[in-house]
């Protein structure tokens, strides 16, 4: 060290550092203590949010405690030595973090986290003054951010309410100490000293520093907060091309081994019986739940009775609208379940050396399509299968290879494990019901071989029921979209869900026995419903995936449950493509998508909450009210120039610019006028008061604004004494006079005499514009 300081250039700086001033010092042990555990909430609520193997908190909140300690006991001491230390410190994370970055550029929240905290533990070491203090709450309160953004549930919340108490005081402090006020610890010192309970008792109540008004002030924020965020609309809030993108270690660039790309389901065989099954004749059986699907296989068997039965999480998803998570269909029937026909065409498509996006074809389809980006991270291990909305276009996966079906399905080379994490950019068409009816029926050769394709033996039986239900509408289904919806929902009406059904014997057929028995297991609707449409020559296929899940509007996720699979109909259309139908009693019939996206969604909830506590009719006629108003106001903005002018504000980095822009010359004229209208309002005020006591409320505002406010705890003479010292005599002197008047008139009924006070007043205002042209 002492070589390095004989260094002449290093020399050199070090006489220009020592003979810098010293600067001032923050003396608040309570405001660095706050500031401390307010970064160490942040740093925790980042650890909870990442759920990381590794946490931060075990060696960052150690060091900065430290770090605060040796800060505070040199904190009068230029620490040259140390701030070069630390200098060289910044530089070595810098260097760590930015080999980092490179490895994780599909997500760099968790990245720049930990390149705050370890540089905030190494800023924790230098903290002489309140400036230095306020970085380290901007750290506390970006972590807190950053811990939002990576959280999948309410796990952050409480370290967000624990940051809410700890920054009203924190505040407090910081804004004494940039008034240059006494320390707050010397002032409760002082009062300890003076023994005196009735007054100690008094200032600690009316100290802005109580738990009551921090309390308070806590509950009013809290509730201002749940209020704008229940009224706050929701937007696609996906604005750039850089997508979450993470696996555990030994994922990465996993191929398919020995061109192997069937689909491996932990809880089935290949063939669709149930693993393990002692029977072992492929007809089912109960066996043992393991919260499996079975639906998620090259082959499933529906002669099986395995309800999931035990409820647990799968995904969360962070979608910019709802949908139906698909994952598999099928086309060809075998008469007690469903196989992909095709399984031998299936085609690897490879990533993008540079990042690890996947480019999948889209058919060719006329329909209005709107990109709808979904990010997907895995809570349980699940088979090789890759959920998404229909028609994905890119894929954002971190092995080296997927597979893709002739069903337009996507397979991974390995079981989607806990803590995977992927993201889907969908090209979804719109539903459009007047498009769709006047598709027609010219399906292209492959469409009809294989969507087509049903027993003849069976084809006959199915289309007189199909017919015998669509008559029950009472009027003519012109076209297959209108065949479609209104068979759907006569499934629905006249076929029940029945779990006690006996399993078939081989060579049994599953439509046969539901439509003899009146209904059948959920995703037997399903099955009938396919069959039915094909006797119809309206091609349709099985598929199965997840539906939407629960919403939860604290974290923006769909929670998505294993008992959330199950089996619908996609029905083709020619130019538009495939369309989703739901024929399970208990399920729309279409399911929800983009379309039924409501921003307003969260005060819908709460609505829903607070309309169970009243009567129905009241809940009836603010319903409609409110569903009114909102029409109203969505019709304005999406339809006009109005609307244009919204598209381009949300739709673009540009026009946000331009947006926020906007907004803050609106806010700024709009704060002008407020002042203007209240000024207005206030000399409307004044002009209808007594000449007396208008002219002593004059006198006031002429003094508030020269920095002498009355506090209303005040009465006049207590005011004019509190004057007395900081008055010249004779502008001292107009301030009693006035305020004495006013008092007699008040108090004692008599008139004074308004010429000579307003001609005093008139003095008073030229003594202080004299006095402000000598200064």
């Given at each position: 060290?002492?070589?390095?300081?004989?260094?002449?250039?290093?020399?050199e700086?070090?006489?220009?550092m020592?003979?810098?001033?010293?600067?001032?010092?923050?003396?608040?042990?309570?405001?660095?203590?706050?500031?401390?555990?307010?970064?160490?909430?942040?740093?925790?609520?980042?650890?909870v949010?990442?759920?990381?193997?590794?946490?931060?908190?075990?060696?960052?909140?150690?060091?900065?405690?430290?770090?605060?300690?040796v800060?505070?006991?040199r904190?009068?001491?230029?620490?040259?030595?140390?701030?070069?230390?630390?200098?060289?410190?910044?530089?070595?994370?810098?260097?760590?973090?930015?080999?980092?970055l490179?490895?994780?550029?599909?997500?760099?929240?968790?990245v720049?986290?930990?390149?705050?905290?370890?540089?905030?533990?190494l800023?924790?070491f230098?903290?002489?003054r309140?400036?230095?203090?306020?970085?380290?709450?901007?750290?506390g309160?970006i972590?807190?951010?950053?811990s939002?953004?990576?959280?999948?549930?309410?796990?952050?919340a409480?370290?967000?309410?624990?940051?809410?108490?700890?920054?009203?005081?924190?505040?407090?402090?910081?804004?004494?100490?940039?008034m240059?006020?006494?320390v707050?610890?010397?002032?409760?010192?002082?009062?300890?000293?003076?023994?005196?309970?009735?007054?100690?008792?008094?200032?600690?109540?009316?100290?802005?520093?109580?738990?009551?008004?921090?309390?308070?002030?806590?509950?009013?924020?809290?509730?201002?907060?749940?209020?704008?965020?229940?009224?706050?609309?929701r937007?696609?809030?996906?604005?750039?091309?850089?997508?979450?993108?993470?696996?555990?270690?030994?994922?990465?660039?996993?191929?398919?081994?020995?061109?192997?790309?069937s689909?491996?389901?932990?809880?089935?065989?290949?063939?669709?019986?149930?693993?393990?099954?002692?029977?072992?004749?492929g007809?089912?059986?109960?066996?043992?739940?393991?919260?499996?699907?079975?639906?998620?296989?090259?082959?499933i068997?529906?002669?099986?009775?395995?309800?999931?039965t035990?409820?647990?999480?799968?995904?969360?998803?962070?979608?910019?609208?709802p949908?139906?998570?698909?994952?598999?269909?099928?086309?060809?029937?075998t008469?007690?379940g469903?196989?992909?026909?095709?399984?031998?065409?299936t085609?690897?498509?490879?990533?993008?050396?540079?990042?690890?996006?996947?480019?999948?074809?889209?058919?060719?389809?006329?329909?209005?399509?709107?990109?709808?980006?979904q990010?997907?991270t895995?809570?349980?291990?699940?088979?090789?299968?890759?959920?998404?909305?229909?028609?994905?276009?890119?894929?954002?996966?971190?092995?080296?290879?997927?597979?893709?079906d002739?069903?337009?399905?996507m397979?991974?080379?390995?079981?989607?494990?806990?803590?995977l994490?992927?993201?889907?950019?969908?090209r979804?068409?719109y539903?459009?019901?007047?498009?769709?009816?006047l598709?027609?029926?010219?399906?292209?050769?492959?469409?009809a071989?294989?969507?087509?394709?049903?027993?003849p033996?069976?084809?006959?039986?199915?289309?007189e029921?199909?017919?015998?239900?669509?008559?029950?509408?009472?009027r003519?289904?012109?076209?297959?979209?209108?065949?479609?919806?209104?068979?759907?929902?006569?499934?629905?009406?006249?076929?029940?869900?029945?779990?006690?059904?006996?399993?078939?014997?081989?060579?049994?057929?599953?439509?046969?026995?539901f439509?003899?028995?009146?209904?059948?297991?959920?995703?037997?609707?399903?099955?009938?419903?396919?069959?039915?449409?094909?006797?119809?020559?309206?091609?349709?296929?099985?598929?199965?995936?997840?539906?939407?899940?629960?919403?939860n509007?604290?974290?923006?996720?769909?929670?998505?449950?294993?008992?959330?699979?199950?089996?619908?109909?996609?029905v083709?259309?020619?130019?538009?493509?495939?369309?989703?139908?739901?024929?399970?009693?208990?399920?729309e019939?279409?399911p929800?998508?983009?379309?039924?996206?409501?921003?307003?969604?969260?005060l819908?909830?709460?609505?829903?909450?607070i309309?169970?506590?009243?009567?129905?009719?009241?809940?009836?006629?603010?319903?409609?009210?409110?569903?009114?108003?909102?029409?109203?106001?969505?019709?304005?903005?999406?339809?006009?120039?109005?609307?244009?002018l919204?598209q381009?504000?949300?739709g673009?980095?540009?026009?946000i610019?331009?947006?926020?822009?906007?907004?803050?010359?609106?806010?700024?004229f709009?704060?002008?006028?407020f002042?203007?209208?209240?000024?207005?309002?206030?000399?409307?005020?004044?002009?209808?008061?007594?000449?007396?006591?208008?002219?002593?409320?004059?006198?006031?505002?002429?003094?508030?604004e020269?920095?002498?406010?009355?506090?209303?705890?005040?009465?006049?003479?207590e005011?004019?004494?509190?004057?007395r010292?900081f008055?010249?005599l004779?502008q001292?002197?107009?301030?009693?006079?006035?305020?004495?008047?006013?008092?007699?008139?008040?108090?004692?009924?008599i008139?004074?005499?308004?010429?000579?006070?307003?001609?005093q007043?008139?003095?008073?205002?030229?003594?202080f514009?004299?006095?402000?042209?000598?200064k």
């Amino acid at each position: 060290m002492q070589q390095l300081r004989n260094n002449p250039t290093i020399r050199e700086l070090i006489e220009k550092m020592e003979a810098m001033p010293k600067p001032p010092t923050e003396e608040s042990i309570l405001f660095r203590t706050l500031v401390q555990i307010m970064v160490i909430v942040g740093i925790i609520a980042t650890d909870v949010a990442a759920q990381s193997l590794y946490p931060m908190s075990i060696w960052a909140i150690p060091l900065s405690i430290v770090g605060a300690i040796v800060s505070w006991r040199r904190r009068k001491k230029k620490n040259i030595a140390l701030k070069i230390a630390l200098a060289m410190g910044m530089i070595i994370t810098l260097m760590i973090f930015l080999g980092n970055l490179v490895q994780s550029l599909n997500d760099t929240r968790l990245v720049l986290a930990e390149f705050l905290v370890q540089l905030q533990v190494l800023h924790s070491f230098d903290l002489p003054r309140r400036k230095d203090l306020g970085y380290s709450m901007i750290i506390g309160l970006i972590l807190i951010g950053v811990s939002a953004t990576l959280s999948q549930t309410l796990a952050f919340a409480p370290w967000l309410l624990a940051l809410l108490l700890l920054g009203i005081p924190t505040l407090v402090l910081d804004y004494r100490s940039r008034m240059g006020l006494n320390v707050w610890e010397e002032n409760f010192r002082q009062l300890k000293q003076e023994k005196n309970l009735f007054r100690q008792k008094q200032l600690w109540q009316s100290s802005p520093l109580s738990p009551k008004k921090i309390l308070s002030l806590s509950l009013i924020i809290l509730s201002l907060g749940l209020f704008i965020f229940a009224i706050m609309p929701r937007y696609p809030s996906y604005q750039i091309q850089s997508f979450p993108v993470s696996a555990p270690e030994g994922f990465e660039n996993r191929d398919f081994q020995g061109g192997d790309r069937s689909i491996v389901n932990p809880g089935y065989n290949p063939d669709g019986t149930l693993r393990g099954d002692i029977m072992g004749d492929g007809q089912g059986g109960t066996g043992v739940d393991d919260g499996g699907y079975y639906g998620f296989n090259t082959t499933i068997n529906q002669n099986t009775n395995n309800l999931i039965t035990e409820r647990k999480i799968l995904f969360r998803i962070r979608s910019q609208a709802p949908g139906f998570w698909r994952v598999l269909s099928f086309d060809r029937y075998t008469g007690q379940g469903w196989e992909i026909s095709r399984e031998d065409q299936t085609i690897d498509v490879k990533r993008n050396f540079w990042n690890y996006q996947f480019n999948i074809s889209l058919p060719a389809i006329t329909a209005e399509t709107k990109k709808i980006i979904q990010t997907y991270t895995v809570v349980r291990d699940l088979p090789n299968i890759i959920p998404a909305l229909s028609y994905p276009q890119y894929l954002y996966f971190p092995s080296a290879v997927i597979a893709l079906d002739t069903e337009g399905s996507m397979r991974s080379p390995a079981g989607l494990i806990e803590g995977l994490t992927y993201t889907v950019i969908s090209r979804v068409p719109y539903r459009s019901q007047t498009d769709l009816q006047l598709a027609g029926d010219n399906y292209p050769d492959t469409i009809a071989k294989y969507y087509l394709d049903i027993p003849p033996s069976a084809k006959e039986n199915l289309r007189e029921k199909a017919e015998e239900l669509m008559v029950k509408a009472g009027r003519e289904l012109p076209s297959n979209y209108d065949k479609a919806l209104y068979l759907a929902q006569a499934l629905k009406q006249n076929y029940q869900v029945k779990t006690d059904n006996p399993l078939l014997e081989e060579g049994e057929d599953i439509i046969t026995a539901f439509l003899a028995n009146g209904g059948g297991f959920p995703d037997q609707f399903a099955t009938v419903y396919t069959m039915m449409l094909r006797a119809l020559d309206i091609p349709a296929r099985f598929t199965v995936g997840f539906a939407s899940g629960q919403f939860n509007p604290f974290t923006g996720y769909y929670i998505v449950h294993n008992t959330d699979a199950h089996a619908l109909t996609e029905v083709y259309f020619p130019s538009y493509g495939w369309f989703y139908f739901d024929p399970l009693p208990g399920h729309e019939i279409i399911p929800p998508s983009f379309q039924d996206d409501n921003p307003f969604g969260v005060l819908g909830i709460f609505w829903k909450w607070i309309a169970g506590w009243l009567p129905p009719p009241i809940t009836a006629f603010i319903t409609a009210l409110f569903s009114t108003i909102t029409d109203s106001i969505l019709n304005i903005f999406r339809g006009g120039w109005l609307g244009k002018l919204w598209q381009f504000l949300t739709g673009s980095f540009l026009g946000i610019l331009v947006g926020v822009l906007g907004l803050i010359i609106v806010v700024f004229f709009g704060w002008l006028g407020f002042l203007a209208v209240r000024k207005f309002l206030y000399r409307n005020y004044l002009s209808r008061l007594n000449p007396t006591e208008k002219l002593y409320r004059e006198m006031l505002d002429l003094l508030k604004e020269k920095g002498y406010p009355k506090l209303p705890s005040q009465t006049p003479k207590e005011y004019c004494e509190s004057l007395r010292d900081f008055l010249i005599l004779e502008q001292w002197e107009i301030v009693f006079l006035i305020s004495n008047n006013y008092v007699q008139w008040r108090y004692g009924d008599i008139t004074p005499n308004m010429d000579y006070l307003t001609s005093q007043y008139q003095l008073l205002k030229k003594s202080f514009a004299q006095l402000s042209l000598l200064k």
